[in-house]
């Protein structure tokens, strides 16, 4: 399925109950998601395939998997430094191995971009870390490629001259960028536009989401609804059309429940009015 340049979409948290979230994508007025990583038993291919049917009864286009991993916790960034992502060592080897699991999940229905957090990558390249890791993405890497399938890097973690560096250190055709500008408002990692022109001819998605810088050492900052924050939503968007992006804008909304359902038609809105300016 098609989309239009810069089509307006959202980030589609599925559990246990893939039909249920689907249909969360019609309720907000879009037809386009990202897609979180469901349930293991929906990643077996037979479960894929079923689902693949699923969202094309409901005409919704899937434009990016995303790879979540057992024990992940987001509560302030020391615990994001210890569980997040392919970094922490003791569950690296076991994460890799999940991560192709849901790249050939991927494959299945069909979807093309495959992006994940991977973790705070050490900022000194010298590190022996930061070599264990970019061997590791790159073996995620390789492995999508045998399906030409791209690794979308999540941003936030890391300021943008750190991720521009580690792309380059990856050296793989097919890793790219999902950028996300809120993420480096919330880890305090600089300013997201000017590391959004910094990677810019990487980026392969967006993360609509808007956030308030942290207020005292080692938490995270605080989420808020789009246009709230300190993000610049509209210059976002044009910086993005000035970089030739066509991808689509997905929204992000990290709550639960109907207020998450009422924010986010209101971030579509929003989006509407920017994207209409900026296109004309
Ligand atoms: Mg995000």
Redesign the pocket.
């Known amino acids: 399925m098609a989309l239009e340049p810069m089509a307006i979409g959202v ?1 589609l948290g599925v559990g246990e109950a893939p039909e249920e979230s689907i249909q969360k994508v019609l309720d907000v007025g879009v037809t386009n998601a990202q897609m979180g990583r469901p349930a293991d038993a929906w990643l077996k291919p037979a479960k894929a395939q079923e689902l693949k049917k699923l969202i094309r009864r409901k005409k919704i286009a899937i434009t990016t998997v995303f790879c979540g991993f057992d024990g992940e916790s987001y509560a302030d960034i020391p615990t994001v430094r210890a569980t997040v992502g392919l970094v922490p060592k003791a569950t690296r080897a076991a994460r890799l191995k999940k991560a192709k699991q849901i790249a050939d999940f991927a494959k299945i229905l069909g979807v093309k971009n495959v992006a994940a ?1 991977i973790g705070f990558v050490p900022e000194d390249p010298t590190d022996p870390g930061y070599k264990e890791i970019v061997r590791t993405v790159r073996n995620f890497a390789d492995h999508l490629a045998k399906s030409k399938q791209n690794l979308c890097l ?3 973690q890391e300021s943008g001259e750190c991720l521009l560096r580690f792309i380059q250190d990856l050296g793989r055709k097919n890793v790219k960028v ?1 950028f ?1 500008p ?2 480096m408002i919330l880890y305090g990692s600089g300013d997201p536009i000017a590391a959004l022109k910094l990677v810019g001819k990487y980026v392969a998605g967006v ?1 609509c ?1 808007d956030g308030a810088p942290p207020t005292e050492k080692d938490k995270l900052g605080t989420e808020m609804p789009l246009g709230k924050g300190d993000v610049g939503i509209q210059r976002f968007v044009q910086t993005l059309a000035g970089l030739g992006y066509k991808g689509p804008l997905t929204i ?1 909304r ?1 709550i639960t429940g109907d207020q998450q359902r009422k924010d986010i038609v209101k971030a579509r809105k929003l989006l509407e009015r920017i994207r209409a300016k900026v296109l004309a």
């Open positions: 980030m957090h999540e941003t936030g999902n996300d809120a993420n993360h989401k992000e990290e």
